[in-house]
Each structure stands twice: as C-alpha cells, then as structure tokens.
C-alpha cells in the first residue's frame, strides 16, 4: 500500500496502491464457518504445529484448532481445513521463529552502510542494523503480493508522515517511511501473516512500525532482497 501526498503535489507510486486491509484481503468473517470433516493434505504437519496429537485424522478438536488459527490471521475459508495457505503460513512462521537473533547471517543485508534498514522478502522479516550491529529486530512484516511486490534493491528513506492518510482510498497508514516510489513502512491493523500480502508497502505492528519512525530518519538507507513465497 502506498501514496505520497506533499501538501499540494501528490506523487503516487502505482505499484504500491492498496486497497482498504479490512476488504478482500483475508480479514477475519464477523461469524466463523462450519468446521469441515475433511482431512487435509498438510493434517500431520497442521497437527504438530499446533500441539495436537499428529494421526493424520481430522478430528473435532483438530478442526477447532485450525479454525481458531485462520481466524486469527485471516486465511479464508476459515473452515478448519489443513490446506497449503495455512501450512504454508505456519511453515514461515517456522523459519521466522528458526533464524533467532541473526537475520544477516548470509550477509545478504549491506554492512558498509551505517545504520539500515533490512527486509528479507523470502522470510517475510525485517530488522535495522549498524554495521554489523543488530539494533532492533528482526520482526515479521507482511509485503507485496503477487502482481504488487516490493520492489528489491538499496533504497533510502525520502519522505516520513506520521499521521499519513491514503488519498485515494482513505486508508490509515500510521508512521509512513517512504523509501520506493510511494511504497513505505507503516503501521497496519491486519496479522503480519495475513495473506496474500500487501499491494507493494512494508506493513508493520504498530508497535514496529512505531520503534522504526524512533529509529530511522530521511537519507537512512533501506536494502530489499528475496522474493515473497506465493510471488
């Protein structure tokens, strides 16, 4: 999600518009549907993450469990169902939780740029680094989908609005940090791994996106690396 509107000129960076998260995107139905009967593909792997007994067997309980965790992240049909978008959710949640505390451990992230801050679209992470300093992070973001993708490459931050709004479709987008034509970092009220993604914006916790504004300022650069799952 982006745009940029600087008081009387509004530059829009096409790649980055978004249309409102509560629409379309994956939030969560005001009512739960039916649990669904049918074991799933990924039922060993869905029951094992979630602490259950792994059969293989789709069971009330099972289904209950699942639903509650669709529900919480937006995969629809939130029905219970072990299929590939909720394993696939939980398999990056995996590989979230396994890098711990050294996200540039490939040394993808430039270490020559002073402070910087780093998005590692494969792992859906982003952190902010001094050198070879950690100084926050890394923490799960949600970016562009398919079609929307957040463009890779070294960046610097250009534009910050705090209280940021969405010209086009009135969209909050708190503690905006544009660093891309009209894509940026900002806050969302969705689940970080809410799919299918954004349409070209870094979205963020309030809380992240809150301690980047504290951490960062115009002319910090910004690297992007990685291709999003799905993309």
């Known amino acids: 999600m982006g745009e940029i509107r600087r008081r009387a000129t509004v530059v829009l960076g096409a790649t980055a518009l978004v249309a409102p998260l509560t629409l379309a995107l994956g939030a969560a139905p005001a009512q739960a549907a039916s649990c669904t009967t049918q074991t799933g593909p990924y039922q060993k792997q869905v029951?094992?993450?979630?602490?259950?007994?792994?059969?293989?067997?789709?069971?009330?309980?099972?289904?209950?469990?699942?639903?509650?965790?669709?529900?919480?992240?937006?995969?629809?049909?939130?029905?219970?169902?072990?299929?590939?978008?909720?394993?696939?959710?939980?398999?990056?949640?995996?590989?979230?939780?396994?890098?711990?505390?050294?996200?540039?451990?490939?040394?993808?992230?430039?270490?020559?740029?002073?402070?910087?801050?780093?998005?590692?679209?494969?792992?859906?992470?982003?952190?902010?680094?001094?050198?070879?300093?950690?100084?926050?992070?890394?923490?799960?973001?949600?970016?562009?989908?398919?079609?929307?993708?957040?463009?890779?490459?070294?960046?610097?931050?250009?534009w910050r609005n705090i209280d940021h709004v969405s010209t086009i479709y009135d969209v909050p987008m708190p503690y905006a940090q544009f660093f891309d034509g009209g894509q940026a970092f900002h806050s969302a009220g969705v689940s970080m791994w809410n799919p299918p993604g954004s349409r070209g914006c870094v979205n963020m916790t309030r809380a992240t996106a809150k301690k980047y504004w504290s951490l960062l300022k115009n002319g910090d650069d910004v690297y992007v690396y990685g291709r999003k799952p799905g993309t």
Request: net charge positive.
């Open 47 to 158: 029951e094992k993450f979630l602490g259950r007994p792994v059969d293989g067997r789709q069971s009330t309980a099972d289904c209950k469990a699942t639903r509650a965790f669709q529900t919480k992240h937006g995969i629809t049909p939130n029905i219970g169902y072990a299929g590939p978008v909720t394993w696939g959710v939980m398999d990056l949640m995996n590989k979230q939780k396994a890098v711990g505390k050294n996200p540039n451990k490939a040394g993808k992230c430039p270490v020559d740029k002073g402070r910087i801050a780093c998005v590692n679209l494969t792992l859906q992470l982003s952190w902010i680094q001094d050198g070879k300093k950690l100084v926050h992070g890394p923490v799960p973001v949600r970016t562009g989908r398919n079609g929307y993708e957040t463009r890779t490459g070294l960046k610097k931050i250009y």
